[in-house]
């Protein structure tokens, strides 16, 4: 029996320092405190095991770099350029387009059937400024007049 570096109290120790309810609740604070993050956009405190950012839109706003005025995408890229990211829908996991995304959030709706384009030619920018609404065949035939047919 030795006094507990905590509660000051004569109990049995638990590796020397702590007693076995002190060190419970020490490890339960720890754990809560871990758990909690601060979002880096909004500074909105949030419970989150993997993910700093409280929402999509503060997600988009942190992971991008400002270049020649796009807002290119910093986290996972697809194979074509595109930036993506994980998203739970109905309990599924769902790889979500970035660009898309930053439309829904700062513009408005997709309609259905209809493709998000880029104005300025970069698949990794989500610059909600750079983003339109168009259909497939109009999406080609900007593709077309940009001269970028040939090189997709």
């Not at 049995?12 to 405190?33: A, F, I, N, P, S």
């Not at 387009?97 to 997709?110: D, M, P, Q, T, V």
């Not at 497939?136 to 007049?145: L, V």
Request: aromatic share 8%.
């Amino acid at each position: 029996m030795n006094i507990c570096l905590r509660c000051f109290e004569m109990k049995e120790m638990y590796h020397g320092r702590d007693c076995l309810e002190c060190r419970t609740k020490y490890l339960k604070v720890k754990r809560q405190e871990k758990e909690r993050k601060t979002c880096p956009i909004c500074k909105t405190e949030h419970n989150s095991y993997l993910c700093i950012e409280c929402s999509d839109k503060c997600k988009i706003l942190n992971r991008h770099k400002k270049v020649n005025g796009c807002w290119e995408w910093q986290g996972k890229l697809s194979k074509d350029g595109y930036g993506s990211f994980k998203e739970t829908i109905n309990g599924v996991k769902t790889e979500i387009r970035a660009h898309r995304r930053s439309y829904e959030l700062f513009k408005g709706k997709i309609p259905e059937g209809l493709s998000v384009c880029h104005r300025c030619d970069n698949p990794s920018c989500c610059n909600p400024e750079h983003l339109w609404i168009g259909t497939p065949f109009e999406n080609t035939q900007d593709c077309i007049k940009k001269g970028r047919f040939l090189n997709a």
